[in-house]
C-alpha cells in the first residue's frame, strides 16, 4: 500500500470515528430526541398548513405555551427530588386572586399586591413541604388535599365570578399585556433554572436527593430544606405564571388552572425526559416537552381534528417515555450507558 494510500485510509478511519463519536454523544442527550420530534412535528404541521408558521400563529402558539413551559419547568426539580406537585395548578389560579383582593380591598399599590400574591402561593408549598417532609406524607397526597383546598378557596375568595384586572399601566404590560411579555418572562425563568439546576450547589443537591436520598444524607446534604425549597419554587412560579396569564387575557378566573394544565405539564417533564422516580431530568428537556405538546395541539386545531385524538396520542408518548426512561435506566445500572 503506497504511503498517500495508507493516509486517505487513515483519514476516513478517523471521519468515521468522529462521526461515530459524535452520534454515540448526541444519542447520549436526552434532549435530542425530543428536539428531533419537535422540528419534524412543525415542519409537518407548515407542510399540511402553510399558516402554521405564520406570525400570527407563532405569537398564539408562544402565548399557550407560557403556563405550560413554566409549571413543567418548575415540577421538573420537585420530579428530580422525588416528589410532586398536584396543587400548582390551584396555585395559578389563587396567586392572581390574592393578588387582586390586595389591590382592590386592601387598596394596595399593584406592585405589592403582586408580592402578596405570591407570598400566598410560597405558603402555599412551604405547607406542602413542611407536611411531605416532617409529617411523612406521600406528596402525591398532600398536593391532592390541598389541591382541592385551593380550588374551594378560588371559588369562595371571588363568588366564583370572574374579576378584571387592574386598568393598564407600565406594569401591567410588563407583567403580561404586552404580547410578547409571557415569553420574555419564560424563557428568562427556563435559562435561570436550568442554570441552577446543571450549575450550582442546589441542582446538585436536587439530583443527589431524588437519585440517592440515603447516600446524600450520610453525605451532609439537607435532604429536608432541598425538598421544602422546591416545594415553594414550584408554587412561587406556578402563581408567577398564573398572575402572567391573568394580565394576558386581562381577567381573573376562579376556574383557571386546574387539573387539565397540572396533568399536561407534569407529561411534559415526562416527555422532556425526566423521571418520574426521580434522580433524572433537565429543565431543558421539560421546556422542550411542554412545546411538542403545545404545538400538536395547536397542529391538530388549524387542521379541525378532534381533541380526542391529541389525547391519544399525549397517552400513547407518555407510554413510550417512561419505557424509555425504565430502559435507559437498566442500561445505565448495567454500565452499558
Known sequence: MSETTAREAGAGTQERGFAGRLLSGLVRVREVSILIVL?????YFQ????????????????????????????????????????????????????????????????????????????????INGLI????????L??????????????????????AITPETSTITQVLGEYAWAGTIWTLLIIAVLQLVLARTR?????????????????????IARIKIGNFILC??????????????????DPLAGGPDIVLLCIASAVIGGTALLG?????????????????LRNGFTLQGISAYTFNIILGIAILIAMILNVYVARLRG???A
Open 39 to 43: 422540528v419534524g412535528l412543525a415542519l
Open 141 to 162: 397526597i398532600t398536593t391532592l388535599g390541598m389541591f382541592f383546598l385551593l380550588a374551594g378557596l378560588n371559588v369562595t375568595l371571588t363568588g366564583g365570578f370572574p
Open 132 to 139: 411531605t417532609v416532617y409529617l411523612g406524607v406521600s406528596s
Open 202 to 222: 442546589w441542582g446538585l443537591h436536587t439530583y443527589a436527593t431524588g437519585g440517592n436520598p440515603l447516600g446524600s444524607r450520610e453525605a451532609g446534604v439537607s
Open 279 to 295: 434522580g433524572v431530568g433537565t429543565v431543558t428537556g421539560a421546556f422542550l416537552g411542554a412545546l411538542v405538546l403545545t404545538i
Open 47 to 126: 407542510a399540511v398548513n402553510g399558516a402554521f408558521l405564520s406570525q400570527q400563529n407563532l405569537l398564539s402558539l408562544a402565548q399557550f405555551a407560557v403556563p405550560y413551559v413554566v409549571i413543567a419547568s418548575a415540577l421538573c426539580l420537585l420530579l428530580i427530588c422525588g416528589e410532586i406537585d398536584l396543587s400548582v395548578g390551584q396555585s395559578f389560579a389563587f396567586a392572581p386572586i390574592v393578588m387582586y383582593l390586595a389591590y382592590d380591598k386592601l387598596f394596595l399599590v399593584l406592585p405589592l399586591a403582586v408580592v402578596v400574591g405570591l407570598l400566598a402561593v410560597a405558603v402555599v408549598g412551604l
Open 235 to 252: 408554587g412561587v412560579l406556578g402563581g408567577f405564571v398564573g398572575i402572567i396569564e391573568a394580565f394576558r387575557i386581562q381577567s381573573i
Open 334 to 336: 448495567a454500565g452499558r
